[in-house]
């Protein structure tokens, strides 16, 4: 298999297969949570504690002030995430040719500078988790997969825009192949939590605004 | 009740529910909570970060409920839990946690941690490892009704002592009142004059109340220990009495835990809503207040605060009466740094101040309380919750500090304006 091949398959049938991988592994993560069902509140309630499960998923994304290193280098990688997966021109082109929906991707430069930024703040967590006692010892080799897998469609997208290491139709396979693998890894590692901090954040939401407690 | 190991883990494995699934799905060990946690700030230690205090039923579920782990564990690549796991959760989950629920608040994901300690309670217990001491707070509460042990006859000697100092006679069983008025036993033992405040209160309220014989304690070790037989065996005693003096109004006592069990857990314990609502007595105070039916005069001048009981303010929503009432009765009430759904633990709640072994971790910990304390430079700390009120009462004295501790009903009562005729 050539380097066209490569790029070929990566685009192709790779894609294809992780998307059936993640959707279907996501789906399931999301069953096996649900199917465990939740008791119901016999208390007399304060409130009913639906819209207070909605607003703490959204609150509970608000800066905390305090430990402000590890909160500000978590919110800037996840912030960088998102914009480059959705605002990167090629990468608006991909989700119009897939999906039909366009939205404007933003400059080069910007995608440029959050995807150093994120890489930065990427390395300051894991660096952190060396560093810090607590976080060396509560780290598993589930933490340090997720951030692997995580990392390298960063490094590798940035590598394949500044045509760095290997030739450009090889780094740009092996950046979307990185991003298969974790799109693969979304269902089966600590990344789900990319979809089921919602279902925790609403549970712990909605039981306290049934408390009337603050979240 | 019975307990084993294997009762242990089954019931590790019944009290998995989606919650806790969904927290153990999204929690990426950031160790955030560990800053939250009195019992890791104030010992640096890493092992008391709270998420490390469910690792057993963090592998159960997913080894039991995830398609993943089950394939791990046929695989050999994750270790089933141990007896001697349990074991060492014992330490985390029961003698350096006092269920205050802070870390629940921090949690980047949302996590509600303290619920899932709670759960591991449950399963420590099953497996027969619950601390002596709560279990035999939890026997005395069965044969005597009482956490400390106190018969009725104590209470009824308390009644007759109040009842000689205020000249109001106090009701026992008696039907159709408006309030039953249930006490912890620290106030029986120690703080026996809010029987007497109370008294006045509510005569000068013009509302009528009762104790019952066979529920005159909320205290709930049944509720610390997670076993949910014996804490409904208790919550029931209480459902009895209400139905039985056709009471609509429960009150429960100033003990943050004692709220929590017979307002919040109670119904669902025994698996059906109550006939009758629960109330704080700080909260009926306050709606007394605000009927204009609580009425006092003067007020405190000195510089005083006010600490949160966490089972009442955080976990359980009492956040705004006791304000209320601090300013009606003084006029420099100075809010600590940290405070409501915030507010740093005493250190001595969830059972620790039973735990013998526990006892010089809680009074390294104090020391959170200490500095919040001594950076306001007050006189005195009032608080609606007889462990907090022992626990801070223990930690000044043991620190030399110069504050009186004082409960919030007890503060009212010294002010109340005393109209109609006993």
């Not at chain 2, 955030?32 to 998420?51: D, G, H, M, Q, V």
Request: proline share 4%.
């Amino acid at each position: 298999m050539n380097e066209i091949e490569l790029l070929n398959w990566a685009r192709g049938p790779g894609l294809a297969y992780a998307t059936i991988i993640m959707v279907f592994g996501l789906t399931l993560r999301v069953f096996e949570i649900l199917s465990l069902g939740r008791a119901e509140e016999l208390a007399e309630v304060r409130g009913s504690g639906v819209s207070d499960g909605w607003k703490m998923i959204f609150k509970r994304s608000l800066p905390e002030p305090r430990h402000w290193k590890l909160i500000t280098a978590s919110y800037i990688f996840h912030v960088g995430l998102l914009v480059i997966i959705f605002f990167f021109i090629p990468h608006t082109q991909f989700f119009r040719d897939v999906f039909g929906v366009f939205w404007s991707g933003w400059p080069n430069y910007v995608i440029d500078f959050f995807t150093v930024l994120s890489i930065a703040a990427m390395m300051y967590t894991l660096v952190s988790r060396f560093v810090d006692p607590t976080r060396r010892i509560l780290s598993k080799m589930s933490d340090y997969f997720a951030w692997v897998v995580t990392f390298l469609p960063l490094v590798t997208g940035y590598m394949a825009f500044h045509r760095l290491g290997m030739d450009y139709t090889t780094m740009l396979a092996v950046h979307i192949l990185s991003v298969e693998l974790l799109m693969i890894s979304l269902p089966i590692s600590k990344l789900t939590h990319a979809i089921t901090f919602t279902m925790a954040r609403y549970y712990t939401g909605s039981s306290n605004g049934r408390r009337g407690i603050q979240s | 009740m019975s307990t084993s190991f294997e009762q242990g883990i089954n019931t590790l494995k019944q009290v998995i529910d989606a919650p806790i699934a969904a927290y153990f799905s999204s929690c990426t060990n950031c160790g955030l909570c560990s800053r939250a946690c009195i019992f890791y700030t104030e010992t640096e230690n890493p092992k008391y970060t709270p998420i490390r205090r469910v690792e057993p039923m963090r592998r159960i579920w997913e080894q039991e409920f995830t398609l993943v782990g089950k394939a791990k564990k046929a695989l050999g690549l994750s270790k089933e839990v141990t007896e001697q796991d349990l074991k060492d959760c014992v330490e985390l989950a029961f003698e350096s946690c006092t269920t205050c629920g802070r870390c629940s608040m921090v949690c980047p994901v949302g996590n509600d941690i303290v619920y899932m300690i709670r759960r591991m309670r449950e399963g420590l217990t099953a497996a027969g490892l619950a601390p002596k001491s709560l279990q035999d707070a939890a026997v005395r509460t069965m044969e005597k009704g009482s956490v400390m042990g106190f018969p009725m006859k104590t209470l009824e000697a308390m009644v007759k002592a109040a009842e000689k100092e205020t000249g109001i006679e106090i009701n026992i069983d008696k039907p159709d009142v408006d309030y039953l008025l249930l006490l912890s036993s620290a106030e029986v033992m120690q703080f026996n004059e809010i029987i007497a405040s109370l008294a006045q209160i509510f005569k000068e309220a013009g509302v009528s109340w009762t104790f019952s014989s066979i529920a005159h304690e909320a205290g709930n070790p049944g509720m610390h220990m997670g076993a949910s037989e014996i804490e409904a065996q208790m919550i029931n005693r209480i459902v009895q009495a209400a139905e039985e003096l056709n009471i609509k109004n429960v009150i429960s006592p100033e003990c943050g835990h004692a709220y929590m069990a017979i307002r919040w857990e109670g119904p669902n314990v025994i698996g059906r809503p109550y006939p009758f609502k629960v109330y704080h007595i700080i909260e009926v105070l306050d709606k007394l207040r605000e009927q204009g039916k609580l009425k006092t005069t003067g007020c405190e001048l000195e510089r005083i605060t006010f600490h949160d009981p966490c089972q009442a303010a955080r976990r359980g929503g009492v956040n705004q009466p006791q304000r209320n009432l601090l300013n009606m009765v003084s006029s420099n009430f100075i809010e600590m740094k940290d405070s409501q759904a915030c507010n740093w633990c005493c250190g001595g709640g969830g059972g620790v101040n039973t735990i013998e072994k526990a006892e010089p971790l809680m009074k390294k910990v104090f020391n959170r309380k200490r500095n919040q304390i001594e950076e306001l430079d007050v006189t005195t700390v009032v608080t609606m919750c007889a462990t907090c009120r022992n626990t801070l009462e223990e930690g000044i004295e043991n620190n030399n500090m110069n504050v009186q501790v004082l409960g919030l009903t007890e503060l009212v009562a010294n002010h109340l304006l005393k109209e109609k005729k006993s």
